[in-house]
């Protein structure tokens, strides 16, 4: 995954990948897509700078000859200048930075 800078708010991507392959006689197709925008800008004394906010979902379906399995993530990320990600939220998990050191 690529996220173009400077973070835009309203700036959205996509990007997908299909593949098929045969293992041991069956075709067994894969599909992954992503999609990710910058949603929220806004400044936080914390970071002592503007925080901005991604969020991502990702998408994943493998199809064989008798199943298909479907899989999807959201994930919400929050990056800082100078600091870089502070923040990381996905369907489990939330990881906020509390301490940081620049050299």
Do not use: K
Not at 30 to 52: E, H, I, K
């Amino acid at each position: 995954m690529r996220m173009e800078l400077p973070f835009v708010v309203g700036t959205s991507w996509h990007d997908s990948l299909y593949n098929s392959i045969d293992v041991s006689g069956q075709q067994i197709a894969a599909r992954y897509d992503l999609t990710g925008a910058v949603t929220d800008c806004q400044f936080s004394s914390v970071y002592d700078g503007d925080v901005y906010t991604i969020e991502i979902a990702t998408i994943t379906v493998i199809e064989t000859p008798d199943t298909t399995i479907n899989d999807s993530l959201s994930i919400l990320e929050e990056y800082a200048p100078g600091i870089g990600i502070v923040r990381f939220r996905d369907d489990t998990d939330d990881y906020i930075v509390t301490e940081y050191q620049v050299q």
